[in-house]
T-cell receptor, first 111, second 112 residues
């Protein structure tokens, strides 16, 4: 069974800090790893990393995938209060038939 | 706005009742997923459909069922509801099983 473990489970920082969120996984026939941000309701898509795209960047957010060590990190630089959310990591394995999510990291950015 | 539409947004019903949650995927997406998110729990995969056919099943209770119609919208049916079924139910869609999935705003179900 596919498994995703995220750490830390929660994190409190001050505006301007840089944070690193971790995601380790076990999956049969890895296809992709995805990061989502969940604020009040629906998770919103951030990045998808695959064997052919192991590093992604968008503004202050960046993510890398280490397929050998089976983990990914999400970096957020110069954090803002609007970055406060739950960050979810998910993997897609065999047949691309589901996203298996981790428990998420609750990030709180204080002014 | 992800382009995935879920209705209703909120639903309050009594134990033992049956409800139907509806999802319209993004235009062009063939794959629909249903997830349950209970308080303080992660997203639990329920079921996936691809172009009208069931593709994968997660920890979906026998009291729950789903289908995807020819126009690609999907419905999740929950019957004999129990208090523990109270949760946020999300629908997500993707072009295929291997591409990023986009989530609807969810249906908050409260069973009283």
């Amino acid at each position: 069974e596919d498994k995703v473990v995220q750490s830390p489970l929660s994190l409190v920082v001050h505006e301007g800090d840089t944070v690193t969120l971790n995601c380790s996984y076990e999956v049969t026939n890895f296809r992709s790893l995805l990061w989502y941000k969940q604020e009040k309701k629906a998770p919103t898509f951030l990045f998808m990393l695959t064997s052919s795209g192991i590093e992604k960047k968008s503004g202050r957010l960046s993510s890398i995938l280490d397929k050998k060590e089976l983990f990914s990190i999400l970096n957020i630089t110069a954090t803002q209060t609007g970055d406060s959310a739950i960050y979810l990591c998910a993997v897609v394995g065999t047949s691309g038939s589901r996203l298996t999510f981790g428990e998420g990291t609750q990030l709180t950015v204080n002014p | 706005d992800s382009g995935v539409t879920q209705t209703p947004k909120h639903l309050i019903t009594a134990t033992g009742q049956r409800v139907t949650l509806r999802c319209s995927p993004r235009s062009g997406d063939l794959s629909v997923y249903w997830y349950q998110q209970s308080l303080d729990q992660g997203l639990q995969f329920l079921i996936q459909y691809y172009n009208g056919e069931e593709r994968a099943k997660g920890n979906i209770l026998e009291r729950f069922s789903a289908q995807q119609f020819p126009d690609l919208h999907s419905e999740l049916n929950l019957s004999s509801l129990e208090l523990g079924d109270s949760a946020l139910y999300f629908c997500a869609s993707s072009v295929s099983g291997a591409t990023e999935a986009f989530f609807g705003q969810g249906t908050r179900l409260t069973v009283v």
